[in-house]
Every structure is written in structure tokens, then in C-alpha cells.
Nanobody, 128 residues
């Protein structure tokens, strides 16, 4: 089992940065891919990005490419979503997800159905 806990959600002004940690516990050594997703009210869930176990392979949605970066701190068992140049349309609940048998590619980045473990989500609100 893997447990994921997101934090760091906040109300921020457009153009500002925000970093969301996702703390993992359990059999974390077995995690193949971590993904970040978001869901705004009344909208479908959107895949933001993913990263593989090595950290060397990442994939991002076009809507966040160049603004968002996924990184990890192995010592802290934490994956981060660094969000820069935030826009009001980035407002959503953000979730991290993990799977033990998944390759990070454009399909895995988009489809949450491939992920077994999910955090509870954290709210990000960007004001204009």
C-alpha cells in the first residue's frame, strides 16, 4: 500500500508561484510513476504531469508546460509540483497519484484511471 498526502494549497495572485508537496509513505520503493492531476468545479479531471521513479522522465500537459515542474526529494519521500506564472485558469483541486506498474508517458499523464493510489487533494485558487 501507498499513502499520499498533498499539502500547500493556497490562495495566490495571478503571476505568482506555489509549490505543492506530495508526501508518500508505505511501499514507496515500489512506485513506478507519480502523477499530478487537477479538477476545477464542473470540469473534468485534467492530467497535469507525471514523473517516473528515476526522476529522469517527465511529461507535462501543454497547458502547464514551461510553467510547472515536478521534482522529488528522496530523503523526504516527497514529490513536488512547482507552479510558476500561475493563471486564474489554474484554479482547481490538485491531486497526486501513484502506481506501481506504470510508465510515465503522455497516456499515463492524461488518464487517472491508470493510477492505483491517490491523495486527498489540495485547493489552489488563483486570483486575477
Amino acid at each position: 500500500q501507498v499513502q499520499l498526502v498533498e499539502s500547500g494549497g493556497a490562495l495566490v495572485q495571478a503571476g505568482g508561484p506555489l509549490r505543492l508537496p506530495c508526501a508518500a509513505s508505505g511501499i514507496i520503493f515500489s512506485i513506478d510513476t507519480i502523477g499530478w492531476f487537477r479538477q476545477a468545479p464542473g470540469q473534468a479531471r485534467e492530467g497535469v504531469g507525471c514523473m517516473d521513479r528515476s526522476g529522469g522522465n517527465t511529461n507535462y500537459a501543454d497547458s502547464v508546460k514551461g510553467r510547472f515542474t515536478i521534482s522529488k526529494d528522496n530523503a523526504k519521500n516527497t514529490v513536488y509540483l512547482q507552479m510558476n506564472s500561475l493563471k486564474p485558469e489554474d484554479t482547481a483541486v490538485y491531486y497526486c497519484a501513484a502506481d506501481l506498474q506504470l510508465v510515465c508517458d503522455s497516456v499515463a499523464r492524461r488518464l487517472g484511471e491508470f493510477y492505483t493510489y491517490w491523495g486527498q487533494g489540495t485547493q489552489v485558487t488563483v486570483s486575477s
